[in-house]
């Protein structure tokens, strides 16, 4: 088992910057991909940005590509997504997930094993 915490969620101004963290702990050691997903009320859960654990391989959707940036910190187990020129469509609630199978970095909710509670990120027009 791998257990999940984000935090790093508010309301910001368009045009601001958050930095999500998500801190893993149990058992990290069989942990393969991490991603950051997102969803807002009534839609499904959107991908946002993933790497490799081990090896940093980033791999984001496009609408974010150039705004945001994942990395992490393989010491101390936690990821990161660094978001800037935020949008009022940005506005979501944050999951960060892991995947202990292998294969290309995966971008579909269903191929993560192991979820966070999510953080809300909401920004003002």
């Known amino acids: 088992q791998v257990q999940l915490v984000e935090s790093g969620g508010g309301l910001v101004q368009a045009g601001g910057s958050l930095r999500l963290s998500c801190a893993a702990s149990?058992?990290?050691?069989?942990?393969?991909?991490m991603a950051w997903f997102r969803q807002t009320p009534g839609k499904e859960r959107e991908f946002v940005a993933a790497?490799?654990?081990?090896?940093?391989?980033?791999s984001y959707a496009d609408s974010v590509k150039g705004r945001f940036t994942i990395s992490r910190d393989y010491a101390k187990n936690t990821m990161y997504l660094q978001m800037n020129s935020l949008k009022p469509e940005d506005t979501a609630i944050y999951y960060c997930?892991?995947?202990?199978?292998?294969?290309?970095?995966?971008?579909?909710?269903?191929?993560?094993?192991?979820w966070g509670q999510g953080t809300q990120v909401t920004v003002s027009s």
């Open positions: 997930a892991v995947r202990s199978g292998s294969g290309n970095v995966p971008s579909r909710p269903d191929l993560y094993d192991y």
């Open positions: 790497t490799k654990w081990r090896v940093y391989m980033p």
């Open positions: 149990g058992h990290t050691f069989s942990m393969n991909y």
